[in-house]
């Protein structure tokens, strides 16, 4: 019994460690909360899905830092880990999850869907390694890919190759019903097409999509 307490405090211990580590980062000390992240992670034996949590907050706490090859190297390993993590069922099947996204499009007015004719809808599983190496979160829900309208010019250079990638695997794990993984596919849609149209963050936050 001792031995199975000794190991239910060790536990609990990593995890205080680790909400201490994400206030600190949230109160803007994101060198100690580096520091105690890594404490963690040297303890070794840690549980692939807590090691992929404790990786994808060092992360993001050393890129606050302005280390981003550090981030990257660790939000390399957090993709790595959430591939290998045991997946309930999913929530909606590939043809339920794919008719809900044209779902949100077709809210679109039909003059911006005639805009969005030739950008391609890619539904996978997760960001690439390529792109988490480029400063990609690896849990992204979505990303546009591309030049937005108001961006464009006749000397840039046409084509345009643009795409909205959905990420099924990272909506998936981030919801816990149909409805509400329903409704961020739709969210994630018309964020990611507003993009394309050219709005910033902060237009999105205030329109409710982000």
């Keep these: 019994m001792r031995g199975r307490a000794?190991?239910?405090?060790s536990v609990m211990s990593l995890e205080s460690d680790f909400h201490a580590a994400a206030r600190l980062l949230?109160?803007?000390d994101a060198r100690a909360?580096?520091?105690r992240l890594r404490a963690v992670l040297a303890t070794g034996g840690l549980a692939p899905g807590f090691e992929a949590e404790v990786r994808y907050l060092l992360g993001r706490a050393l890129g606050a830092g302005g280390d981003r090859d550090g981030m990257a190297h660790e939000w390399i390993r957090v993709l790595e880990l959430d591939a290998l993590a045991v997946r309930r069922p999913p929530l909606l099947t590939a043809e339920e999850f794919e008719s809900v996204a044209q779902a949100a499009l077709d809210e679109l007015p039909q003059a911006l869907l005639d805009e969005l004719n030739g950008v391609a809808i890619m539904i996978e599983e997760r960001p690439s390694p390529?792109?988490?190496a480029d400063g990609i979160d690896p849990r992204i829900l979505g990303l546009y890919h591309g030049v937005p309208l108001n961006r464009r010019s006749a000397s840039f250079g046409a084509p345009y190759a643009d795409t909205i990638h959905l990420y099924r695997a990272?909506?998936?794990r981030a919801f816990t019903?149909?409805?509400?993984?329903?409704e961020h596919i739709r969210v994630t849609v018309l964020h990611e097409t507003a993009h394309f149209f050219g709005y910033t963050e902060g237009q999105l936050r205030s329109m409710g999509l982000a």
């Design 6 to 9: 000794a190991v239910y405090d």
């Design 26 to 28: 949230a109160g803007g």
């Design 33 to 35: 909360a580096v520091e």
């Design 130 to 132: 390529e792109l988490v």
């Design 170 to 172: 990272n909506l998936e």
């Design 177 to 182: 019903t149909r409805a509400a993984l329903a």
